[in-house]
């Protein structure tokens, strides 16, 4: 298995993802967080540079009943470039919902939330 990037957050070991923007390559960390009714919610931090800085809350809040701890709708209007790579790197699984706010639709997706963070069940081996 190839090596990840760490990054240390909050005491915490994070994996980095690194991804491509409209306007270059970000390294990302992804933080689980809950919005007031206790549903998932996905922050992006971005650990390009030398300060850690949020990035993107990747999830948006529908109150809808199938949002939990597990999944939420994929922010698909404000960081839908990233919709495919995050895909692809394992971190979610769209489910076959989707629910529409406004223009945009948005699509629940499972969140693995294993995928986060650096450590055993992550898939991730640490750099020596």
Request: with cysteine; charged share 20%.
């Amino acid at each position: 298995m190839e090596k990840e990037n760490i990054f240390n957050l909050g005491g915490k070991d994070y994996r980095v993802y690194p991804l491509n923007a409209p306007w270059g390559q970000v390294r990302l960390v992804l933080k689980e967080e809950s919005y007031l009714d206790g549903s998932l919610a996905v922050l992006a931090v971005d650990v390009s540079g030398e300060c850690p800085e949020d990035y993107a809350v990747l999830t948006v809040n529908l109150c809808h009943p199938l949002q939990d701890e597990k999944t939420a709708f994929f922010d698909t209007n404000n960081c839908g470039y990233l919709y495919a790579q995050l895909r692809k790197a394992g971190v979610f699984r769209p489910l076959p919902v989707s629910m529409r706010s406004g223009f945009c639709t948005y699509p629940l997706c499972e969140w693995n939330r294993a995928k986060f963070v650096a450590g055993e069940n992550s898939g991730v081996v640490q750099n020596d």
